[in-house]
Structure formats: structure tokens, C-alpha cells
């Protein structure tokens, strides 16, 4: 038997797709900051 209730699992499970909806939606603009900058500003 599970550890962790229904609820629990279900709470879980959509922590882990907020997280990485979040993460892929803030990728692409970290990623051009990062060019950015190692690029230099000017």
C-alpha cells in the first residue's frame, strides 16, 4: 500500500505539472538572458 492517500498523490501530481509547465514556460527567456549576457550588453 501507498504511503501517501489519494489526496495526497493527487496533490502531488499537480505540483509536479505546475513545476514543469513553469519551468518551460521560463526556459526560452532565461536562455536569451543568458546569451545576452555572455555575449556582452553592447
Known sequence: ???LS???LAALTLSL???GVA???SLPFG???AL???R???
Open 36 to 38: 545576452w549576457l555572455a
Open 6 to 8: 489519494p489526496a495526497e
Open 1 to 3: 500500500m501507498s504511503p
Open 17 to 19: 505539472k505546475v513545476s
Open 23 to 25: 519551468v518551460l514556460a
Open 40 to 42: 556582452g550588453r553592447g
Open 31 to 33: 536562455l536569451a538572458v
